[in-house]
C-alpha cells in the first residue's frame, strides 16, 4: 500500500504517482513483448534494490507507442516472510544523435 512510482521520460516533466494512481495509469496499457537485458540485486538487511534494464514493446491506449529500452531501480521491503515492491524509479535515457 505504500508503493510509490517515478517515472524519468526524455522530453517530459518528471511523473510521480501513488499506488492507486500507478494502477489506473496501467489499465490502458498493453505489454507486448519484454526481455530483461541487465539486472542485479542487493539486499540490505529488510530492504533490497534491483537495477534492470528492459527492453519492452507496449503501447498505451489505442496507437501510443510505448516501446524502447529502459533503466529501473526497484526498492523492495521485506514484510514478515515476504518481499513487497515499495517504490520504481523509471528512466529511459536519452537516445545519442551522431
Known sequence: ???????????????VMSRSEWIKTSEHYALIGFEIRHLAARAFGNVAVVRLQPYRLAVAGDSLGRS????????????????????RHLSRPDVLKP
Open 1 to 15: 500500500k505504500d508503493f510509490g512510482f517515478m517515472a524519468f521520460l526524455e522530453g517530459r516533466a518528471p511523473v
Open 68 to 87: 524502447g529500452e529502459f533503466a529501473v531501480v526497484d526498492v523492495w521491503t521485506k514484510d514478515g516472510n515476504a518481499w513487497k515492491l515499495s517504490a
